[in-house]
């Protein structure tokens, strides 16, 4: 016990605390029996060399647990209770990692298909990340400071669960305008990310077994939510209009719902043609099915105007319209929406008060006087400029540096660009390699629903770099590849 009290990892802890537990775990260890006798206080402070009021603090505190008994006249033991707890003759603490796991098979499947990672810090070339350097702080700051003013306690308080009003008018406002959307605040649902988002179209329009079309390549992470909730997801190819919507037409047994990123398709950057999006609203019309649709970046597009989003071209409402803020502005605001169907804000509202209740008041009155000021336009105006040229930038060093491995495929937006393999190199192992290397790669086999028709080569994310970096990190991606090319 001794060895524990002077432990350096407890050393934040008072020093009757320490005792405390170091006893308290011999309980239950099994090393202390029942009715055993402890030392006198005065005894085990000696033995300590610490003061008798430690050790007293320490008893009174196992006492009051019921962990030991106190006699009087007779000194502490070891409580008879603590036989249920822990202690010879009975069952012991299973040692970590010595029992079999037993998940749900939900469960399972989610720890299985390993989750959606997250890149917490912006290394090259990771896919997704904006620019945080340049976001202006300073008008972030002033707004917050006028929202606490105006609000006061009230904005400590929960938000409704649908979100703030100020934020979905916002945000309607802003769909309709530069998305070609039909939206009123009263079919916005605020989330805390597109991940949620996905989570709940998932669980809410569709039951386990049923089908779901989905683009083959596709977003890694509505793959999983989609897999995580026991949906069949039946891939689509991908060409150079997107989604070959003819096939949804041609299966031999029909789907519920389809999953799509028509203004900058996940990973090829394949913008979905005008007919193949009115193909896929009638098609969602005669089935009665669900478009999931996914507008994760579209405020980055270098060529012309985005086309009209598809909840746009859509009179008979059978369009989920998902957007976020996490590519737009910053990955910490966690602030996502969703336009609804008139008939499923209610179902989808209640199901998200079972996820995390509500998203947090201030930061969306903070963005909603963001996006009212024209903060949010002028954010993504001068963002759109900065990452086209940061794309140019990539593209020359890839064809400068890594010609010899990969062909970059040079998107008209988004933010992340894709490089095939024009040798035979193995693409966990490329990226592998860059990770130890301090580049994060994200690989595009992986996005492919068979390895059978899989491309090989990474995505490269180019916004949250400035050109010097993003020449270092291509040199240094270079070498990694001469090295396992060897």
Not at 208 to 236: N, Q, T, W
Not at 345 to 364: N, Y
Request: with cysteine; proline share 7%; hydrophobic share 40%.
């Amino acid at each position: 016990m001794k060895a524990w009290v002077v432990d350096p990892a407890q050393r934040s802890l008072p020093l009757h605390v320490r005792i405390q537990r170091a006893v308290r775990q011999l309980i239950l260890d099994g090393a202390l029996d029942a009715s055993r006798p402890l030392p006198a206080s005065r005894t085990l402070a000696g033995s300590l060399g610490v003061s008798r009021d430690t050790v007293e603090a320490a008893y009174g505190q196992l006492h009051a647990e019921g962990f030991i008994e106190r006699r009087v006249g007779s000194g502490s033991f070891v409580a008879d209770g603590a036989r249920r707890l822990g202690g010879r003759g009975t069952t012991r603490r299973t040692a970590p990692g010595t029992q079999t796991l037993r998940l749900s098979r939900r469960g399972a499947a989610m720890y299985r298909n390993g989750g959606v990672r997250d890149f917490i810090a912006p290394r090259p070339f990771v896919p997704g990340v904006p620019e945080t350097r340049n976001f202006p702080l300073s008008t972030w700051e002033r707004l917050q400071r006028q929202v606490l003013k105006e609000w006061g306690s009230a904005a400590l308080l929960h938000s409704p669960p649908q979100g703030m009003a100020a934020l979905r008018e916002a945000i309607a406002d802003y769909v309709n305008l530069e998305r070609g959307a039909h939206a009123s605040p009263e079919r916005v649902l605020v989330v805390t990310s597109s991940q949620q988002a996905l989570s709940l179209c998932a669980s809410v329009l569709l039951d386990p077994g049923e089908r779901i079309f989905i683009e083959d390549p596709a977003y890694h992470g509505a793959r999983k939510a989609f897999d995580a909730a026991g949906l069949d997801s039946i891939p689509v190819p991908v060409d150079g209009d997107g989604m070959q919507v003819a096939r949804l037409h041609q299966a031999t047994q029909p789907a519920r719902a389809a999953f799509l990123t028509p203004s900058h398709q996940f990973p090829s950057g394949a913008t979905l043609a005008l007919a193949r999006r009115l193909e896929i609203i009638e098609w969602a019309r005669q089935q009665q099915a669900w478009i999931i649709e996914d507008d994760y970046d579209s405020e980055f597009h270098y060529a012309g105007r985005p086309m009209a989003c598809v909840q746009g071209l859509d009179p008979h409402q059978r369009t989920i319209y998902i957007g976020t803020f996490t590519k737009s502005l910053f990955p910490g605001l966690r602030i996502g929406f969703m336009i609804l169907p008139t008939e499923l804000v209610a179902p989808m509202t209640i199901a998200r008060t079972l996820l995390d209740g509500h998203s947090a008041p201030i930061p969306q009155l903070t963005l909603a006087r963001f996006m009212q000021g024209g903060h949010f336009g002028a954010h993504v105006r001068a963002m759109r400029a900065l990452y086209c040229e940061r794309r140019d930038v990539l593209a020359t060093l890839v064809r400068r540096h890594l010609k010899d491995f990969v062909q970059p495929r040079v998107p008209d937006g988004g933010m992340q660009m894709p490089c095939v393999f024009i040798r035979d190199i193995p693409e966990q192992r490329a990226i592998d390699a860059a990770r130890r290397a301090g580049i994060d790669l994200l690989g595009l086999s992986a996005l492919h629903a068979s390895s059978a028709t899989a491309t090989a080569g990474f995505l490269m994310g180019f916004a949250a770099h400035s050109p010097a970096e993003l020449e270092v990190a291509v040199k240094k991606l270079a070498q990694v590849l001469r090295q396992i090319t060897r």
